[in-house]
């Protein structure tokens, strides 16, 4: 629960107490405490009603941009002009139990890809859905580059890394492999900042990249930081010396499992969303309980993509994972990029993100790992808006067009450099 939320509950609660405590042991005509009642009422519910038209119209803006077919809609048309699209299934999927994880030989895994070889169907912000044909290990990629010691670019991240939700070729990674052919993206949404860490422990080892971008979300990458530690799985990857799950050796039976748990809920008709609408309605639920749409235009909430505790609370365990990152690809002779990506939020309110932004980089270059800014990138621009379809979209096209620009020019200078 963040800071801001904490507040809201313990003044709603002192509130009602305060009332309470007034209506009880104050000598107040009835006629009057009842006048008290229906006011504190008429207030909750006017404040909760503001709320709630602030969401209905926010999500009115933002159908002006969606389309207005369903995931479940999208997989069944597809699959009824034969070809059998799956929903991108993520790790967070079965980190929130959503989903079961996968056992095979009676060790449970924690896959960082969806299903392989299939019609994946991600995402829809304004251009119709995205489809992609997955590749032989279940992430966005043409086939045939997985081939160790050979990747020129290995692109670790969350949705915005995955590609979300533009078509495969106009995504960051895409455009870097224009520039350098063997570039893998290995970016899975709602990855945060642990399954990152993981993604490269996992597969840098076996591939040996040259150079390995982790593509890093101001907005969100570390909301969940402190729980993904206790994963047992994800844990191990930071207290056992070269630990892996072999997933690339595991991808048959991760697809036959999640295959089968789709086609299952499809058949049931209870499929919802690819796995997401559990999810979204405690969100949903939570972010009107807290009134976070109404506090936000009241200026009383701070943007989300700078809550610099994330960082201080977490600091010594947020070093460690960065310091193993940056050894591990060293030790096969590789690169590491720390790439920071802004959200809506932060340029919305650049003032107040600086603060989020020159912690967060002070730790990274710390660890002796580059970053490539990627906000400044865009304030550069004129009008950094139009690298989003709406407010708090992904980027759209000439986003990502600019991240790979600004990635690409570091890398280039760098080559020169070591040339």
């Known amino acids: 629960m963040l800071r801001s939320e904490i507040i809201v509950l313990v003044a709603a609660v002192l ?30 519910l006017s404040v909760y009603g503001a709320e709630l038209f602030l969401v209905f119209n926010q999500r009115a803006i933002m159908g002006q941009y969606m389309s207005r077919e369903t995931k479940l809609e999208k997989i069944q048309e597809l699959r009824a002009a034969g070809k059998k699209a799956y929903p991108s299934i993520y790790a967070s999927h079965l980190l929130s139990g959503e989903i079961p994880k996968p056992v095979i030989a009676d060790r449970a895994i924690l896959p960082f890809a969806g299903i392989s070889n299939v019609p994946t169907v991600l995402c829809d912000e304004g251009d119709g859905w995205l489809v992609y044909e997955s590749d032989e290990y279940g992430f966005n990629n043409p086939k045939g580059l997985y081939r160790p010691g050979l990747v020129d670019v290995m692109v670790v991240g969350d949705s915005f890394a995955h590609g979300a939700c533009v078509g495969p070729d106009e995504n960051a990674a895409a455009l870097i492999r224009k520039k350098w052919p063997h570039t893998l993206n290995l970016g899975m949404s709602a990855n945060g900042f642990v399954h990152e860490m993981a993604t490269i422990m996992e597969y840098g080892p076996v591939l040996k990249p040259k150079t390995v971008l982790w593509m890093f979300y101001e907005g969100n990458d570390l909301a969940s930081f402190g729980a993904h530690l206790q994963d047992d799985i994800l844990k191990k990857y930071i207290i056992q010396k070269q630990f892996g799950q072999n997933l690339m050796d595991a991808q048959d039976q ?166």
């Open 15 to 44: 509130c009602t107490g305060v009332t309470m405590c007034t209506l009880y042991f104050v000598k107040i005509p009835r006629r009057n405490k009842l006048q008290i009642v229906l006011v504190v009422i008429f207030t909750v």
């Open 254 to 419: 991760i697809d036959r499992h999640y295959q089968s748990l789709v086609d299952q809920k499809l058949k049931e008709g209870s499929l919802a969303a690819g796995f997401e609408s559990v999810v979204h309605l405690k969100e949903s639920i939570r972010s009107i309980l807290f009134l976070r749409i109404l506090r936000a235009r009241l200026g009383l909430t701070r943007a989300r993509s700078e809550p610099v505790e994330e960082i201080t609370e977490n600091e010594a365990a947020i070093k460690q994972l960065l310091a193993l990152t940056r050894d591990t690809v060293g030790a096969w002779g590789g690169r590491l990029y720390f790439v920071s990506l802004p959200s809506w939020a932060s340029i919305q309110k650049r003032g107040a993100s600086e603060a989020y932004r020159s912690r967060l980089f002070s730790v990274v270059q710390g660890q002796h790992i580059p970053v490539i800014n990627i906000y400044e990138h865009f304030i550069a621009k004129k009008e950094p808006r139009k690298f989003f379809n709406f407010p708090g979209s992904h980027y759209n096209k000439t986003g990502y067009k600019a991240v790979a620009e600004k990635v690409i020019s570091v890398l280039e200078k760098d080559l020169v450099k070591e040339d």
